[in-house]
């Protein structure tokens, strides 16, 4: 089974950024399409990004377009989340999670393997 462990979340001001981290275990990691998610609290969990097999191919919600972008390296077994610009309305616990689907996908279901989560705190 794929174990994901997430790492980069803390305390932030807004405006200010982070680079989330998610490693996978294993020697399948660019079979998985790999995304992030994210909960705030009293919310329900909500797509941020995905990112193809290989990397050559992204998604993001809008919420966060043009200030996040996900990448991966299949050679380190690890998917980023590079988050400029945040925001308070940012702060969640994130989650990066695999799936088998071989297309982008932004449904929380097609997803099979989840990290821990790693809190998101952005202060005004």
């Known amino acids: 089974q794929v174990q994901l462990v997430e790492s980069g979340g803390g305390l932030v001001q807004a405006g200010d950024s982070l680079r989330l981290s998610c490693a996978a275990s294993?020697?399948?990691?660019?079979?998985?399409?790999m995304g992030w998610f994210r909960q705030a609290p009293g919310k329900q969990r909500e797509f941020v990004a995905a990112i193809s097999r290989s990397g050559g191919n992204t998604y993001y919600a809008d919420s966060v377009k043009g200030r996040f972008t996900i990448s991966r390296d299949n050679a380190k077994n690890t998917v980023y989340l590079q988050m400029n610009a945040l925001k308070p309305e940012d702060t969640a616990v994130y989650y990066c999670?695999?799936?088998?689907?071989?297309?982008?996908?932004?449904?929380?279901?097609?997803?099979?393997?989840w990290g821990q989560g790693t809190q998101v705190t952005v202060s005004t």
């Open positions: 294993g020697r399948t990691f660019s079979s998985y399409t």
């Open positions: 999670a695999a799936s088998y689907s071989t297309e982008i996908t932004t449904t929380p279901e097609q997803y099979v393997y």
